[in-house]
């Protein structure tokens, strides 16, 4: 596995076009930290909320039946992404970056904060994130958690205050998350979908760590890349879509190890190659 990654970094480095180190990150990044994946065997999309399944219950026309149930499951999970720490690989992202500086780009489905945590700061959120929230009328403008919401255990309700600071200013309607539901079309706003379209474009390497590829904006960015000539690096610990997109293409390498333990030979192969210009 390291000779191939050092032959494919190595490549990638010496390029002076379409060169960009390109990270796309899922779900699977933030398992080490205590945060369940979506879909594996442990998931929050399969167990599902108490009474609905995932793909009712996260969407927009769900909020807008029933908006306090979704606010206090959104909590609870602010609470869980708080109480949450970075982990190796989100570490070993942040050092990656440090050395390649603007050739480093970051694309993450995560929306819960931790690769900012670690350090990383060129990073496109193609799901939004939990920092952030919006009118769900539709009024313009993105504004920032009111620091007075506080993350909540599952069954504790919200408080006036709460309903008051999640009501919009302008309309009167409620606030919701910044993120992406499953009724939902990724547009550049909020998930940066032609921004990230641009860095896949532009990449020399794309490499895949913990996400399936279920949605279709991150499938676009490997076809993207690949469509362009980059090298794909699949680093997850089971067959996905991914999979099946590069199986028979000959610049790809599929590794089925832990994110941590291959991050660590990639950042250590940068380094050496960083060293030799």
């Not at 769900?62 to 570490?91: C, D, G, I």
């Not at 993450?108 to 799901?127: K, P």
Request: glycine fraction near 6%.
């Amino acid at each position: 596995m390291k000779e191939q990654l050092e032959e494919i970094i190595h490549d990638v480095y010496r390029k002076d076009k379409r060169n960009l180190f390109t990270f796309l990150t899922g779900a699977g990044i933030s398992s080490d930290s205590g945060i369940p994946t979506y879909r594996g065997t442990d998931g929050i999309w399969v167990k599902g909320t108490q009474f609905h399944k995932p793909e009712e219950f996260g969407t927009l026309r769900y909020f807008r039946q029933h908006p306090k149930e979704v606010w206090q499951y959104s909590l609870f999970r602010k609470k869980m992404f708080e109480t949450a720490t970075p982990n190796q690989s989100h570490l070993e992202l942040a050092d990656i970056e440090s050395m390649l500086k603007d050739r480093f780009h970051l694309i993450t489905q995560n929306i819960d904060n931790l690769h900012r945590r670690a350090g990383n700061t060129r990073m496109y959120e193609v799901h939004g994130n939990n920092r952030e929230i919006k009118c769900s009328n539709g009024c313009k403008g993105i504004m920032a958690m009111p620091e007075e919401i506080v993350g909540k255990d599952i069954d504790e309700d919200l408080t006036l205050k709460d309903t008051e600071l999640l009501t919009c200013p302008n309309c009167g309607h409620w606030m919701r998350p910044n993120i992406l539901w499953f009724d939902e079309y990724y547009d550049e706003k909020t998930n940066k979908k032609f921004s990230s379209l641009k860095v896949a474009k532009n990449s020399g390497i794309l490499f895949i760590i913990g996400t399936s590829g279920a949605t279709n904006l991150p499938l676009a960015i490997a076809e993207t890349a690949l469509k362009y000539g980059a090298y794909i690096v699949d680093i997850n610990t089971e067959d996905n879509h991914f999979t099946e997109l590069i199986k028979n293409k000959k610049n790809k390498l599929i590794i089925r190890e832990k994110s941590t333990e291959v991050l660590a030979v990639v950042k250590e192969i940068i380094k050496d190659s960083n060293r030799s210009i």
